[in-house]
């Protein structure tokens, strides 16, 4: 085995690498995302501990994810200089992240001593964070360690937890709660070492500290292990044992326990999802990244919780879920840990009411899904989401509003799940009434002409978020119909099979006029496509200024000017954000013949600006539809390293976007596995078309076939097998 391909290194430091390594470098375990920073840093370097599920607003800021008071904070300091990166010179520094074993390591010579960390968040116990800290003196010094649990943290809109309360002794306790609900958020540190030295607790402003001293000796290791634990009440949770308790039992069975448990735990993971790309070592360690990403921001720990569109990298995005969970994310987690795959849309059952109060405040039937869902559904998306970079003026933007192709993807994904697995468990546990409430939805949505009857979605906007208030978006009528389509195929089924449950379904929505509507609706709103045309994204397209990306981008201004809403350089061109028709041909490729895959890439590639990290793996899977491996592998690296590089668009006018991007990582799955591979499955049988790129000698991924049996597939340039 290469260790190259599973470990990710940067050495020296540069201040401008901070916050893009602290991406890079990201641990988690689905509760817990501790980003990649040094132990003794903080706030100033985004230092965070960024808590899934749970959320608070500050006044009249936006909502957006709590994070927890850092518990693994450490600094040491040699005759009183602190070891501090960035603050102190150093002689040699590297970062490394472990993407099979979850870890994140450094390795820093200060000349004074060199020390070496090593943290994780646990896959076993998803609230706790270990820490151990290795340091060697080049000289008798006397040594402190401050160490402890830290209050100030780093918050866009916050602060957000308050009325801290302190408990010292072995183990340290702060206690505090979220301002807008008062969920209680609870944070113990333990510490252990071997070496004799003396210990006092100082309760401060910024938190509650360890002050560790002795006379250390030149030459000598020293070892310090921190575990901390992080609860917090969302949903009413009960603990079960005390923040207290769980470090106690992790410091029993020490570090070399805790991380022995996490390694077997990830190497389950990757027994199930590695995908082996021989013959480019690069593009084999950029996949492994992606794929360790998604382990990392799971949310095994819960049956309703969802992925956030920047995962557990921080409070960008409002840590909201978006669309990129059904569409990019699901198809991953259907293939290769089904469980989850149903958990995250049991999260869309739950949130179901959230749904339907806010289709009711925009004077719509149905479920209208939030653009950026949080708690309970709640729309987290605010009418004004950019700044005009030369006003300072906050631009209105329609999101929220007009984005209502989320319920579809929604559906579509709700529809799959039963079409992959066979499992009707989640139709009948609250899925089929989503897709119902969907249906209902796009029924009270949509216009029909009085001079010629045509049945039309208007004033929408589709994922090329450049173009606000378009009309017929092809996309959003494509996803429209084939909800339509399979609210018919889900009721005819139930009805087929479990008669009375379908019967009292039917009864307590009243769907049975809305279930003929759909019959009577459906041939009207499906887009017909001519395969000898280019498919017009929305109505006017065409119509639009046909230029160059490099025409629009010598428009520019300001480098963090937004290219859409009403006034960007791109609103009134065919320049498009991301795929968008391309993303439908990349969804139902049933519909379309490779010669009508490859005339629509030519024409909307050039023209397709990738502003977001949903688009290039779109292009790479469509490319692979006709034949032409060699498009794909560009769009596949740069979709497969994109938290690599660190060169993805971190700005939308003034508001900081960055972070990770799991849907560009779980693209990464896709691309190798629906685009190289050519995976599909008809009636549960696993079907192939390969489309392998020359760089690439073989390619190898585990796979659920049909019953539930996981297979082995591999595909050469010679042929393929499945085992």
Known sequence: MNADIWKYTRSGFDKNEVITNGNRFLIGNGFIGYRGTMDEWGKDELSA??????????????????????????????????????????????????????????????????????????????????????????????????????????????????????????????????????????????????????????????????????????????????FCAVYSGQKGEQLNKSAEDLVIEAEKLGFCGVLAEHEAAWDALWQNSEVTLEGDDKAQRALNASIYHLHSIAPRHADNLSIPARGLSGQTYKGAIFWDTEIFLFPFFAHTDPALAKNLLRYRIETLPGALKKAKEYGFRGAFYAWESQEGGAEGCSYFNANDIFTRRPLRTYFRDKQIH?????????????????????????????????ARFFISRTHQRVDNGKVELLDVVGPDEYHERVNNSVFTNQMAAFCLENTIKTADYLKGKYPSEYRALMDRLDFKEDLAFCRELLPKIKPQFDPEKIIEQFDGYFDLEDCSLRTVSSRILHKQEYWGSNNGVAAHTQIIKQADVVAMMALFPELFSPEAVRRNWEYYEPRTEHGSSLSACMYALTACRFGRADLAWDHFLKTASIDLTGTSKSWAGEIYIGGTHPAANAGAWLIAVMGFAGLSKQNGRIMLSPCLPEQITRLSFRVIAENGIRKTVTVTHEGYEIQ
């Open 49 to 226: 501990v960024n808590l899934a599920g749970i959320y608070d607003q500050n006044g009249d800021k936006w909502r957006e994810p709590v994070n927890a008071p850092n518990g693994v904070f450490c600094k040491i300091l040699i005759d009183r200089i602190p070891m501090a990166l960035g603050e102190t010179e150093t002689k040699e520094h590297t970062q490394t992240i472990d993407f099979r074993r979850g870890v994140h390591e450094r390795e820093t010579d200060f000349g004074k001593a060199t020390l070496k960390s090593e943290r994780l968040c646990s896959m076993v116990r998803h609230n706790l964070i270990a820490s151990r800290l290795t340091f060697k003196l080049c000289e008798d010094s006397r040594v402190e360690i401050i160490t402890g649990i830290v209050t100030d943290i780093w918050d866009i809109n916050g602060p957000h937890l308050f009325d801290h309360a302190f408990k010292t002794g072995r183990v340290l306790v702060v206690s505090s709660k979220t301002g807008e609900l008062s969920f209680p958020v609870v944070v113990s540190q333990a510490a252990v070492y071997d070496f004799p030295a003396d210990e006092v607790h100082e309760m401060a402003k910024t938190g509650l500290y360890r002050h560790i001293s002795f006379d250390g000796k030149a030459g000598q290791e020293y070892t310090l292990a921190l």
């Open 406 to 438: 989320v319920s579809g993807d929604i559906a579509y994904a709700m529809w799959h799940y039963f079409a992959l697995s066979g499992d009707d468990s989640l139709l009948r546990e609250g899925g089929a009434e989503v897709i119902f409430q969907v």
